[in-house]
């Protein structure tokens, strides 16, 4: 059988429940995807991708998968919130697709690669990054050979498991290819269509919090000491021209790395070169507690125009004792006072339906966020990922619950009911632009009024349940607009974010 007989087909489903509606307005990029089909790519076999950006039933998933033909490998991006859908999508695959072998990968094969195991129709799971296992398993295909050694897959062989070892990790990123990302409809993803490249230039986090996935993903790898690892400065300027040249509409670029100024030595020779020969806007992520106010001004020189930067809680206990995140209210209201100076917008990230939270913990996250006179606020709430430290608590505590297809509050707690939970989510910005209008007045008024706030948000008045419904209805309108927008005007889109950040962009 020859390589380019060989075809492997990707299957990437890529929305929330939030948006899992009939509108979308394109998806968005996978840097491990592209990284897999330039490799695969290389090495001679066809790869395609089944981009799904809203929820299908099983007749119009199978009309679409009819569009690829037969293939004979077909991979499943899974993330765990998606784990029940994907298992669906393996099984309608399955019916129409009798003689392809079936696997999976992704964030949930890292943290409980057993789960995928249960699942009847599927021959193979790959655990970690999966460049190099795939192109061995099409090479051994390809050949006629026996693949059930191959590193980082279990496999199913008739009633057998076969857990092979996980191979190390990519220390050196230089030596993978420039990321496929013409694998995706480029032009058209949600992103492309505001000028925006999401570019990713590193992998992994050198931190260890309780509740992110990071702590257990470096674990699996018998050279997890090099787990965080980024692209040379060089190297990650030439994954940014490559999208330039290609995309030239581009305007804005959104790195989604972790945290950016990981590696002071990297992030210093990064950001002068980026100065010299990209200077497009950009937003990326930081950390409060190794942010100073030369990286500030570095990368506002640069031209960054945005920061995404991890609150959490605003619960001295919460964050120190469960979330292990010890940065002093002193040294973030330090880094935001750094970020109105050079003018950088601030977005945080918050968590909320944390183990041993309540209502009074998490209206301290949004008087922090007040405080910090944050411009933009992202609540999530809080997903019990296998694997990590917390929810190793939430179970010793007794919290978890049973994950199904339209939980929306995934640990049950007596002191922090559901309800309350989602009225916290859906007016945590609400709440924390009255307090930060608030702190700014009078210390009499000031103290009057934060009273009665306290009072609305915390007492038993308040009707959360119906305020809750009624936010729902407004969060569903304004998705639709936003894909519509997006879809439709996504120069409004542009010329709001260029209005509103004061951005001049140089052709």
Request: proline content about 4%; glycine content about 4%.
């Amino acid at each position: 059988m020859g390589k380019t007989s060989l075809h492997l087909l990707l299957v990437y489903p890529d929305f929330t429940k939030g948006a899992a509606s009939k509108i979308s307005s394109g998806g968005y990029y996978s840097e491990g995807l592209a990284s897999i089909s330039a490799v695969v790519k290389a090495a001679g076999y066809r790869v395609s991708l089944f981009h799904i950006n809203r929820e299908f039933d099983e007749r119009e998933y199978k009309a679409e998968l009819d569009r690829y033909g037969d293939c004979d490998l077909i991979g499943f991006s899974c993330r765990t919130t998606m784990f029940n859908y994907v298992k669906k999508l393996v099984k309608w695959t399955r019916a129409v697709r009798q003689k392809a072998f079936l696997l999976a990968g992704g964030y949930h094969a890292m943290l409980a690669p057993d789960d995928f195991m249960t699942i009847e129709e599927l021959d193979a799971v790959c655990i970690g990054e999966g460049e190099y296992p795939t192109l061995e398993l099409l090479d051994k295909m390809a050949k006629g050979e026996n693949y059930y050694n191959i590193k980082s897959f279990y496999f199913k062989k008739g009633k057998e498991i076969i857990k092979n070892p996980v191979r190390p990790l990519i220390e050196n990123l230089d030596e993978l290819p420039l990321p496929d990302i013409n694998l995706f409809d480029y032009k058209n993803l949600s992103s492309t269509k505001t000028d925006t490249a999401l570019i990713m230039l590193g992998r992994g986090c050198i931190y260890a919090c309780t509740y992110c996935g990071n702590s257990q993903f470096r674990n699996i790898y018998p050279n997890k000491a090099k787990y965080a690892r980024f692209r040379s400065p060089q190297n990650s300027i030439q994954v940014i021209k490559q999208v330039l040249t290609e995309y030239p509409n581009i305007k804005f670029i959104s790195f989604r790395d972790a945290i950016f100024n990981m590696y002071p030595n990297w992030f210093d020779e990064f950001i002068a070169l980026y100065t010299k020969e990209i200077k497009l806007p950009f937003t990326c992520n930081l950390r409060f507690d190794i942010v100073t106010e030369d990286t500030v001004r570095r990368i506002k020189e640069a031209g960054c125009y945005t920061i995404d930067i991890g609150l959490e809680s605003g619960n001295r206990e919460i964050r120190e004792k469960y979330l292990h995140r010890f940065t002093s209210v002193e040294q973030m209201i330090k880094c935001s006072q750094w970020f109105k100076k050079y003018k950088i917008t601030v977005l945080t990230y918050n968590i909320l339906g944390l183990p041993y939270e309540n209502l009074h913990k998490a209206l301290e996250t949004i008087k922090l966020n007040a405080m910090l006179k944050s411009d933009k606020m992202i609540p999530n709430i809080f997903f019990p990922y296998p694997g990590t430290k917390l929810r190793e608590i939430a179970e010793e505590a007794g919290f978890l619950r049973e994950i199904l297809p339209k939980t929306k509050v995934y640990l049950k707690q007596p002191q922090f009911p559901d309800h309350h939970v989602l009225f916290a989510v859906s007016y945590f910005v609400f709440f924390a632009r009255l307090y930060r209008w608030c702190f700014q007045k009078d210390t009499r008024f000031r103290k009057m009024f934060a009273r009665v706030l306290d009072y609305i948000f915390t007492g038993p008045l308040t009707p959360r349940r119906i305020l809750v419904f009624l936010c729902s209805i407004k969060e569903g309108m304004m998705t639709y607009l936003k894909h519509t927008l997006i879809n439709y005007m996504p120069s409004v889109v542009v010329y709001l974010r260029k209005k509103k950040h004061s951005l001049k962009i140089v052709a």
